[in-house]
């Protein structure tokens, strides 16, 4: 009985160490120019959890809050093609931009080196714009690529597909 028990353990253990091994080796993709010999790897839940921060700080208007997430020469391109490099200027934008809503839809992240840190979080936002005298009301897709350093924000590239009128 103690043999079989034994036996059952090792063979778990190899079993599991295995599999282990094999998710962690994982990697996919290509990357072209000087970084062609490295894959993509999945990133971390942490790298997402600064992005879902983020989004819950972005709709209570917390724009202080959303200091500690982002670097302060955070480099920013908005859809309509504006660009920042400072969390200031970035805050400034928003303060003076459209009365909108949204749904945050997806999130994921993706490494190209885990041994050095760094990750792309890439998120999706489905974003409702009201009504104006200018314009009917209408939905964007919108996709936000963030790379995200030691829980801070980098760079944020924002991306919008016209969706349809509401």
């Not at 990357?31 to 839940?45: A, C, F, I, P, R």
């Not at 945050?104 to 760094?118: M, Q, R």
């Amino acid at each position: 009985m103690k043999n079989s028990i034994l036996i059952t353990i090792f063979t778990l253990s190899v079993f599991l160490n295995g599999c282990e091994t094999n998710m962690s080796d994982r990697a996919i993709g290509f990357v072209s120019g000087e970084n062609s010999d490295s894959k993509w790897h999945l990133g971390t839940q942490e790298a997402i959890d600064v992005v879902n921060i983020v989004d819950g700080l972005w709709a209570s208007q917390d724009y202080e809050g959303m200091r500690e997430y982002f670097a302060d020469t955070v480099e920013v391109w908005t859809p309509k093609g504006e660009y920042t490099n400072t969390f200031d200027s970035f805050i400034e934008s928003l303060t003076t931009g459209e009365n909108v809503s949204w749904s945050y839809d997806y999130a994921f992240s993706v490494d190209l080196d885990p041994s050095i840190g760094g990750e792309h979080v890439q998120a999706g936002f489905s974003v409702d714009y009201p009504e104006t005298e200018d314009s009917e009301a209408y939905i964007d897709l919108h996709h936000e690529s963030y790379y995200v350093v030691d829980g801070k924000i980098i760079t944020l590239r924002q991306y919008a597909i016209r969706g349809d009128s509401q």
